[in-house]
Each structure stands twice: as structure tokens, then as C-alpha cells.
T-cell receptor, first 110, second 111 residues
Framework: TQLLEQSPQFLSIQEGENLTVYCNSS?????LQWYRQEPGEGPVLLVT?????EVKKLKRLTFQFGDARKDSSLHITAAQPGDTGLYLC??????????FGTGTRLTIIP | DAGITQSPRYKITETGRQVTLMCHQT?????MFWYRQDLGHGLRLIYY???????DKGEVPDGYVVSRSKTENFPLTLESATRSQTSVYFC??????????FGDGTRLSIL
């Protein structure tokens, strides 16, 4: 059973456009992490959100944790080719294990 | 150099064969994890270890065996490989506080 569903699974947009990726669950998480993964490499952490309703910004990337701590979104403004990659959310429930989302493969077309 | 390394990076084998994927970390992190990554599933936890000689099952442990005789090594063995185990395998380590650090993966194909 996949506890974290990401949408869309694939997204291809033109450079300069904005986009939002969603990470949804019916379960509550103590924190939510977002990773980006390049081909041939492991995932690299972008941000961790902990508090319900929390918003964090990382340059053109905005991350939000839902008020009920069951969902999260990643918004990219003015996408650039360097944003291309696989984006993964991962939820933590207060133990050592992470539950990863299904992933969103993003392609930015120059 | 400090870090987490996986070997081999690529492996092709046949069904029924035994294959071992290696993972080595130089940080002395207590925790180590094995994940498999398949399209549409993200990363799924196979096994993890909280310390040397302590291992526990994750979400998809069937068909896999792990051991952890030393803190820095966490090998994953497929005792009798099946085609459904074709995947990309990632090892990660964690100190219990900072985020998990991932290796660069092993792409395993079972024919």
C-alpha cells in the first residue's frame, strides 16, 4: 500500500512556466521531506517541513505542508532546465523509517 | 573520502542466481537502509539496521537477506534472484538526526 501519492507522475513544461507538484496522503506525518534525484544518483534532500501550514522557500521553489500534516505541495516559479529531475516527497512518522511518495518526473524544455 | 558507496553500480545476472549488493559508509552512522526504486512506486524500504547485528524488515523484504557485522557495511543478498527483483537499489545511512544520505545506486537486471 502506497501511503503517499504524488501528482502528476510526469510533467513536461516550457522554460519560464510555473508548476505545482502535489504529495497527498490519508495519514498524518510528523514531518515531510522533499528530495530531487538526478539520473544515476541518489536522492538529495531539498527541504524538510515540520509544522502544519508551514511554508518554506528555496530560491524559486516554494514548499508547503498542509494544515493537517497529511499533504504537501512544491511550487516552482519560472522553471529552468536545471530544475529537470525526479522529485520525491517522503513522510516521517516519528520513527527511523521514511515513507516515500510515488515520484514526479519533471522535464523543463528550453 | 567520506561518504556512502555502493558496488557494483551495474549488475546483470540470471534467475536463480545469488547476488550480493554492497554498501559501505565512512561516517559511522548507526542506521543503514536498503531501498528499491521502481517506476510508479518511488523508493520502497527493503530492510534497515539500527546498529551492528540489529536488522529489521521494511515494506518489501521477501526474497532478500541482510547482515550487519560491522557498522560501516550493510550488504544486501538476493539468495535466488527473480525477474521481479530487477530494479535500482539504493543504500542510505542516517545518524538519527540529520537527513538520510543516499548512495548512487546499483542498477540490477535479472534475465
Amino acid at each position: 500500500t502506497q501511503l503517499l501519492e504524488q501528482s502528476p507522475q510526469f510533467l513536461s513544461i516550457q522554460e519560464g512556466e510555473n508548476l505545482t507538484v502535489y504529495c497527498n496522503s490519508s495519514s498524518v506525518f510528523s514531518s515531510l521531506q522533499w528530495y530531487r534525484q538526478e539520473p544515476g544518483e541518489g536522492p538529495v534532500l531539498l527541504v524538510t517541513v515540520v509544522t502544519g501550514g508551514e511554508v518554506k522557500k528555496l530560491k524559486r521553489l516554494t514548499f508547503q505542508f498542509g494544515d493537517a500534516r497529511k499533504d504537501s505541495s512544491l511550487h516552482i516559479t519560472a522553471a529552468q532546465p536545471g530544475d529537470t529531475g525526479l522529485y520525491l516527497c517522503a513522510g516521517e512518522r516519528g520513527n527511523e523509517k521514511l515513507t516515500f511518495g510515488t515520484g514526479t518526473r519533471l522535464t523543463i524544455i528550453p | 573520502d567520506a561518504g556512502i558507496t555502493q558496488s557494483p553500480r551495474y549488475k546483470i545476472t540470471e534467475t536463480g542466481r545469488q547476488v550480493t549488493l554492497m554498501c559501505h559508509q565512512t561516517w559511522s552512522h548507526s542506521y543503514m537502509f536498503w531501498y528499491r526504486q521502481d517506476l510508479g512506486h518511488g523508493l520502497r524500504l527493503i530492510y534497515y539496521s539500527a546498529a551492528a547485528d540489529i536488522t529489521d524488515k521494511g515494506e518489501v523484504p521477501d526474497g532478500y537477506v541482510v547482515s550487519r557485522s560491522k557498522t560501516e557495511n550493510f550488504p544486501l543478498t538476493l539468495e535466488s534472484a527473480t525477474r521481479s527483483q530487477t530494479s535500482v537499489y539504493f543504500c542510505a545511512s542516517w545518524d538519527g538526526n540529520q537527513p538520510q544520505h543516499f548512495g548512487d545506486g546499483t542498477r540490477l537486471s535479472i534475465l
